[in-house]
Nanobody
Framework: VQLQAYGGGLVQAGGSLRLSCAAS????????LGWFRQTPGREREFVAG????????YYTDSVKGRFTISRENAKNTVYLQMNSLKPEDTAVYYC?????????????????????WGQGTLVTVSS
């Protein structure tokens, strides 16, 4: 599976952005997916995850109520709708896929869980 993330950019605090991640391959619908972010000098941080059907979603506390992860299996695409953006959301955002339809326990949280990664897309939130 190859993943391609896009949709990043510069936005003012309080604004919105929608990130997309398009995947190649016919097995996309059988993979659980996640979004991570990373800033210089820091480890990659879990943002959101979603099961193969979209029936289960997971979020880190700092984005709950502001970000929404969703997927369209027919389009091999996963989205991250980001609302009420804050300067601390500034980061490079990565999408990732797991060769499993769902996550077991809280494994969605850890980068080592994921088998495939896309290149990042930069989100900059100005104050």
């Amino acid at each position: 599976v190859q993943l391609q993330a896009y949709g990043g950019g510069l936005v003012q605090a309080g604004g919105s952005l929608r990130l997309s991640c398009a995947a190649s391959g016919r097995t996309f619908s059988s993979y659980a997916l996640g979004w991570f972010r990373q800033t210089p000098g820091r480890e990659r941080e879990f943002v959101a995850g979603i099961s193969w059907s979209g029936g289960r979603t997971y979020y880190t506390d700092s984005v709950k109520g502001r970000f929404t992860i969703s997927r369209e299996n027919a389009k091999n695409t996963v989205y991250l709708q980001m609302n009420s953006l804050k300067p601390e959301d500034t980061a490079v955002y990565y999408c990732a896929a797991v060769r499993s339809p769902t996550f077991y326990s809280n494994t969605y949280y850890y980068p080592r869980t994921y088998d495939y990664w896309g290149q990042g897309t930069l989100v900059t939130v100005s104050s």
